[in-house]
């Protein structure tokens, strides 16, 4: 049972924030989930909780939270994106705070980037992220000192720099890393309900293209948990998973599509065709076939896809990439078989 007041409290002299967050078989983080946001600086807070159908306790956990700021809410199980939309049609807050169910916010995340959106609510606010595994002391993590530390006026060249098209290889934000007006979001609509992989990569891609720009709080942190199991592209839930990451990247291509003239824009995208080619390679070649088809209609790449440790990089380097995929691909089913 949480030790949190039940009663509600009303602050009328700050906007509201809705905190979204699609909950699915998390009842080992969900209660320190939703402690980070109780916990927060910031008070006029509403927490809109939609549980995905889990099947353990989840529900029951989150339920021992609830009051007149906890909203706890029920759908069969449709996926993230679909428990999101949901905590969209609810939420009455000004900005819109997502965050899933086992990830963690400083205490001042949403003060930080409230006060800036405050100035300019035409932008989005971001802050560094910090990666943690289970039992990291969090106040030991080491924030790393990233190029999307800062402002940006253009929300087009920033999207290019973000996928790899600028002196950088890009990088990821997480989810729980931005503070959206929800205005921006009304004008760039819903979470695409048919993709379970790199929704939120294509979600974001419309919210910042209909900002005026990006502001980052760099005095807050949002922690990412990690998982020491293998969770690359390949190793998730199959086809289904892949095929989503490769339609959500073709979307981002297609949102750009008339800043195609961009300096930077046919790299990042033959980059990111070429990076999933390699991750997928030889399980789902129609993907593969699919990504090099793109990448070349872009004008190619030689951009260096980091495939394993020294050993498998020097047959890369003297075989190509596809051999050296197919055989670190079959060292690892014949690893995987042989545990069995």
Not at 121 to 142: K, Q, T, W, Y
Not at 218 to 234: T, W
Request: one cysteine or more; aromatic letters at 12%.
């Amino acid at each position: 049972m949480n030790n949190f007041n039940k009663d509600s409290e009303v602050y009328t002299d700050e906007p509201l924030v809705s905190v979204i967050i699609p909950l699915y078989n998390s009842e080992k983080y969900i209660a320190d989930t939703l402690k980070s946001v109780l916990n927060q600086t910031y008070k006029n807070i509403e927490i809109l909780v939609i549980d995905d159908g889990s099947k353990d306790d989840s529900l029951n956990v989150a339920k021992t939270f609830e009051n007149l700021n906890v909203k706890i809410f029920s759908q069969s199980n449709k996926g993230a994106s679909a428990a999101r939309n949901y905590g969209l049609r609810e939420a009455k807050g000004k900005y819109i705070q997502f965050l899933d169910a086992d990830d963690l916010l400083s205490t001042n995340k949403i003060k930080s980037q409230v006060s800036l959106l405050e100035k300019d609510n035409s932008r989005v606010a971001l802050c560094p992220i910090a990666h943690f595994f289970e039992g990291d002391n969090l106040e030991n993590i080491r924030i790393e000192n990233e190029w999307y530390h800062g402002s940006f006026d253009t929300p087009v060249k920033f999207l290019i720099q973000l996928y790899g098209g600028g002196k950088t290889e890009g990088g990821m934000i997480t989810i729980h890393s931005w503070l959206s007006p929800k205005k921006l979001i009304d004008k760039a609509g819903f979470w695409n309900e048919d993709l379970s992989v790199d929704d939120d990569g294509e979600f974001f891609c419309r919210v910042i293209l209909h900002s005026n720009g990006l502001i980052s709080a760099n005095d807050a942190i949002c922690y990412y948990r990690k998982f020491r199991e293998n969770r690359s592209l390949s190793s998730q839930a199959g086809y289904k998973a892949i095929k989503s990451s490769l339609t959500a990247l073709q979307l981002k291509q297609k949102h750009l599509a008339k800043y195609s003239n961009e300096l930077g824009y046919k790299k990042a995208f033959a980059r990111a065709y070429k990076r999933m080619a390699v991750s997928v390679y030889p399980e789902f070649r129609d993907v593969v076939k699919t990504c090099v088809q793109n990448m070349n209609q872009l004008g190619g790449t030689s951009h260096d896809v980091t495939i394993g440790g020294e050993g498998i990089e020097l047959v890369k380097n003297i075989f190509g990439w596809k051999t050296a995929r197919f055989i670190q691909f079959s060292f690892r089913r014949l690893m995987k078989n042989f545990k069995r």
